[in-house]
C-alpha cells in the first residue's frame, strides 16, 4: 500500500471516529470537500500545513499519520488493522484500555500456546 493511500486511510478512519463528515472536515481544516476526498483516497497526500490543521481537529499528533510500524509495507491487511485498532482505542478510557490490553494479551498468550503444541 503506498503511503499515500495508509496516510488517507488514516484521515478517513479518524474523521470517522469523531463522527465528522467529509464536509465537517474540510470546514474545520479550511479545504474543500474535494480535497478532503481526494486525500482520504489515496489521490493526494496532504501538505505538512493541512497535516497540522488535521491533527488540531482530530486532536492527535502529526506523526501518527505516519506511524505505520514494520509490517505495514510487507502486510497491507494487517497494516489496515493495526491502524484501526490503534484509532479505536482513543475513545477508550485508560480503564478501558487497561481491559482491552489485558484481553489482547490473553488471545495472544492462547494463539502462542496452541500453535506450539
Same mark, same amino acid.
Given at each position: 500500500? #503506498?503511503?499515500?493511500?495508509? $496516510? +488517507? ?6 474523521? @470517522?471516529?469523531? +463522527?465528522?463528515? @467529509?464536509? %465537517?472536515?474540510?470546514?474545520?481544516? %479550511?479545504?474543500? $470537500?474535494?480535497? $478532503? #476526498?481526494? &486525500? ?6 496532504? #501538505? ?13 499528533? $502529526? ?5 505505520? +510500524? ?22 477508550? #478510557? ?8 489485558? @484481553? &489482547? @494479551? ?12
Amino acid at each position: 500500500m #503506498s503511503l499515500k493511500r495508509r $496516510v +488517507g486511510h488514516r484521515i478517513k478512519l479518524a474523521r @470517522q471516529r469523531r +463522527g465528522l463528515s @467529509q464536509e %465537517d472536515l474540510a470546514e474545520r481544516i %479550511d479545504r474543500s $470537500v474535494a480535497a $478532503v #476526498s481526494n &486525500m482520504e483516497r489515496g489521490r493526494t497526500l496532504p #501538505s505538512f500545513m493541512t497535516l497540522e490543521r488535521l491533527a488540531r481537529a482530530f486532536d492527535m499528533p $502529526v506523526r501518527e499519520f505516519f506511524d505505520f +510500524g514494520p509490517e505495514a509495507d510487507d502486510n497491507p491487511k494487517r497494516s489496515r488493522l493495526v491502524t484501526e485498532l490503534v484509532e479505536a482505542t482513543r475513545l477508550l #478510557s485508560d480503564t478501558d484500555l487497561e481491559l482491552a490490553l489485558d @484481553q &489482547m @494479551q490473553a488471545i495472544a498468550r492462547s494463539r502462542h500456546r496452541g500453535r506450539r503444541r
